[in-house]
């Protein structure tokens, strides 16, 4: 693609995020690019990469364009973009040059709106904390009264992209170094990770999902956070396990493999689609120890199964705040409205799911959230309801999980604090 071109994709492809309200970023891109077969490895993440570059600068974009008198659109976003990244306005001039698959040319009022921001700085003293963090304004003040003088550090990490995390699946590969022998024979270099015990960490953007190794099964992308919870779980092989939430089974995956294949996993959603992404996961890493089942109305079978599991896992839907690093346009369609439906929605789980639990069992709550209203105040909350449970140390096997994990009964992981994505997990137990 010739410059123009991509610049022009760029464009659309924000466009398309645009108007896609309520489908996360990476869906629609990912739908962009199958459309447009044509468009090669290079030039995708040319523009993917761009994109992301806009989508975390999104709201200081918009700050400068309304401060200039510009309409607010997906075309003057790119070239405000490549203005306040310090390119002149005849290079943006030639980027938007009219001619076949370029951009059309910039008017005179365009020019003139792109002239006012020609040497300003991305960051503007007077831009609110909001803008230069990008959060909607009403997280901002919730996020400050939560961390306090750490608020300017954990939002700007949660700006960075993020790390690649991968996790070995001993069902399959003997320990990390073989896995790490293998990716290196595919071209992936990998580190070893510091807190999760089957955790490597790929070194910049490198395209696992088209490795054998992942494709055999070998590997698994989770993120070390992701791994933690697992970890929390504490199964063991002769458990009977509900993963209330399990979506496309990210942490199904780890437990499993966390019980040696044995004893009996039911991975449950509401969600169908979910599920069979999961089914095909546990398929490819070897898994046979597990069943998937989706929730449906009546609750019989539930009723079924009341207090029938040693350990019952809920991984709720939450604000995904944790996870801004990867999801940069989640945080611009965050409402506040969310949080509060979020927050009812799990109260409601965590109360269905706690029926589940054998007296003596477990109840894992978790969430990839880094507010204190889906995390502490949740549990808390739900202490008050449930006075037959109480908060417990993992009971994990001490070789997996480091000690300062073994000794707290609750954790919040963030970007900034733990290099990980922003995850809570708590521990209790059905007295
Ligand atoms: C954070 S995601 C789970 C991620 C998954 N555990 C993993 O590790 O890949 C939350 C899941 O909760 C599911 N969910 C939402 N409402 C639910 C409900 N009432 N009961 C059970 N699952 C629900 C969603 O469909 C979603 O898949």
């Known amino acids: 693609m010739t410059p123009s071109a991509q610049i022009s994709a760029v464009i659309e492809l924000l466009l398309a995020i645009q108007k896609e309200k309520y489908i996360p970023a990476d869906s629609t891109a990912n739908r962009f690019f199958r459309r447009r077969r044509y468009i090669g490895g290079g030039d995708r993440r040319f523009v993917s990469g761009k994109v992301w570059e806009i989508l975390r600068c999104y709201r200081k974009l918009e700050w400068w364009l309304k401060r200039v008198g510009s309409p607010i659109n997906p075309r003057m976003m790119v070239a405000a973009y490549l203005v306040l990244s310090g390119n002149s306005i005849s290079k943006v001039h030639s980027f938007y040059s009219g001619e076949k698959y370029a951009p059309l040319l910039l008017n005179n009022n ?109 590997v698994e992308i989770q993120d070390e956070g992701s791994q933690l919870i697992a970890l929390m779980t504490g199964v063991k092989s002769s458990m009977r396990v509900l993963d209330y939430c399990a979506g496309a089974g990210g942490k199904t995956l780890a437990m499993a493999m966390m019980m040696e294949n044995k004893g009996h996993i039911i991975a449950s959603d509401i969600f169908s689609a979910r599920l069979n992404a999961a089914q095909s996961r546990l398929r490819r890493a070897g898994v046979f120890n597990c069943e998937t089942h989706i929730f449906a109305e009546d609750a019989k079978w539930l009723k079924r199964r009341v207090e029938s599991f040693d350990r019952v896992l809920v991984d709720a839907p939450c604000s995904g705040t944790g996870t801004w690093r990867r999801n940069p ?23 269905s799911a706690a029926r589940m639990v054998k007296k003596g069992g477990r109840l894992i709550y978790a969430t990839c959230s880094i507010l204190r209203q889906e995390n502490q105040d949740q549990i808390n909350n739900f202490l008050e309801r449930n006075n037959n449970f109480s908060l417990v140390e993992p009971d994990t096997i001490p070789e997996l999980l480091p000690e300062k994990f073994m000794k707290k009964t609750s954790f919040q992981l963030t970007p900034a604090q733990n290099q990980t994505d922003g995850f809570f997990c708590t521990v209790m137990v059905k007295n």
């Open 110 to 218: 365009e020019i003139l709106y792109l002239q006012s921001l020609v040497n300003k700085p991305f960051v503007s003293a007077e831009m609110s904390k909001a803008v230069i963090y990008e959060v909607p304004d009403w997280v901002y003040p919730i996020i400050n009264d939560q961390y306090g003088d750490q608020t300017e550090k954990e939002l700007s990490t949660l700006l960075e992209p993020a790390t690649l995390d991968l996790r070995v699946n001993f069902l399959k590969v003997e320990d990390r170094y073989k896995a790490r022998e293998i990716l290196a024979s595919e071209n992936i270099q990998t580190e070893l990770m510091n807190i999760s015990p089957w955790g490597l960490r790929a070194q910049g953007r490198q395209s696992i999902t088209s490795t054998n190794a992942f494709k055999n099964g070998l």
């Open 329 to 351: 346009d989640a945080r611009l369609r965050f409402k506040e409205n969310d949080l509060l439906e979020l927050v009812e929605k799990q109260a409601h789980i965590l109360d």
